[in-house]
């Protein structure tokens, strides 16, 4: 199993960007599906975004635009860039890794609120 990082959450106000990073323990990163999900109170966890090892990525609707997802092999390292941050953002949002064989880690998970 791969120990996933999260870091860069934090309190933004309305309209502001926060960027996610999540580092992989793992010898060998590139084979590596990539994603990041949230999870607001009381609601279930969903997908934002996903970026694949050739670096093809896909995002939930509500942040199309937004959000740009990012990978550095080099580095182990996914993020997330995420603008305009409406108050419906707010969530824990959690890095999920995928390996070749269908494996799937997750992160511990790194707050964000938007609020004024």
């Known amino acids: 199993q791969v120990q996933l990082v999260e870091s860069g959450g934090g309190l933004v106000q309305p309209g502001g960007s926060l960027r996610l990073s999540c580092t992989a323990s793992v010898s060998f990163f590139g084979p590596y599906n990539m994603a990041w999900y949230r999870q607001a109170p009381g609601k279930q966890r969903e997908l934002v975004a996903d970026?694949?090892?050739?670096?093809?990525?896909n995002y939930a609707d509500s942040v199309k635009g937004r959000f740009t997802i990012s990978r550095v092999n080099a580095k182990k390292t996914v993020y997330l860039q995420m603008n305009n941050l409406k108050p419906e953002d707010t969530a824990v949002y959690y890095c999920n890794a995928r390996d070749p064989l269908g494996g799937v880690s997750w992160g511990r998970g790194t707050p964000v609120t938007v609020s004024s």
């Open positions: 970026i694949s090892p050739g670096h093809s990525s």
